[in-house]
């Protein structure tokens, strides 16, 4: 998607360790959000971000911590990868959900063994 | 349990006809909107429309809001096999919003030739 790019695409990783997925905007956006996609749950908001250093949890946040020390960066960490935490991420931005829809990344499939 | 609720959570019609999708939410808001997702990609930003508006039409799209009955219609009129995809509606909070949107579980529209 323009203006979005997320990495990996693809991983599969085993139990017990640290994985990083990275978000990277060329919108200068001030809002970046991490979802996860679960079957029969929807999106559901990990982590969000109103700015460089100001993140925020959002209703799914255990296991998982974020950092943006770029507007053009935010990066998710699966602090110890469990199994749970198998699905498929997308990172989001917005200049303001008040006048302004997401654009989203094409995501990362993650899968934890 | 999530803010907004598709209804049906799956649609399959003929090429031609038209599909309306239903999404129903709790809590007052600012504005909806409306996203589309094909099969392993990401979400796409379709209409937004404000909690002061009823009706709204983009091309083929027709989204209606009720905010006294908290709920809003999707309608593609003249359905084709391309607008096979999981239609999700999402919320932006009038109150502790913070600039998030919450996502519903979505609504899988199958178009047959």
């Known amino acids: 998607d323009a203006g979005i790019t997320q990495s990996p695409r693809h991983k599969v990783t085993e139990t017990g360790t640290p994985v990083t997925l990275r978000c990277h905007q060329t919108?200068?956006?001030?809002?970046m959000y991490w979802y996860r996609q679960d079957p029969g749950h929807g999106l559901r908001l990990i982590h969000y971000s109103y700015g460089v250093k100001d993140t925020d949890k959002g209703e799914v946040s255990d296991g998982y911590s974020v950092s943006r020390s770029k507007t053009e960066d935010f990066l998710l960490t699966l602090e110890s990868a469990t199994s749970s935490q198998t699905s498929v991420y997308f990172c989001?931005?917005?200049?303001?959900?008040?006048?302004?829809?997401?654009?989203f990344g094409s995501g990362t499939r993650l899968t934890v063994v | 349990s999530q803010q907004g609720e598709e209804d049906p959570q799956a649609l399959s019609i003929q090429e031609g006809e038209n599909a309306t999708m239903n999404c129903s939410y709790k809590?007052?808001?600012?504005?909806l909107q409306w996203y589309r997702q094909n099969s392993g990609r990401g979400l796409v930003h379709l209409i937004l429309i404000r909690s002061n508006e009823r009706e709204k039409h983009s091309g083929r799209l027709r989204v209606t809001l009720d905010t006294s009955k908290k709920s809003s219609s999707l309608l593609i009129t003249a359905s084709r096999a391309a607008d096979t995809a999981s239609y999700f509606c999402?919320?932006?909070?009038?109150?502790?919003?913070?600039?998030?949107?919450?996502f519903g579980t979505g609504t899988q529209l199958k178009v047959e030739l």
């Open positions: 809590t007052s808001i600012n504005n």
């Open positions: 919108e200068n956006h001030r809002y």
């Open positions: 989001a931005i917005s200049g303001g959900t008040g006048r302004y829809g997401y654009t």
């Open positions: 999402a919320t932006d909070l009038l109150t502790g919003g913070g600039n998030k949107l919450t």
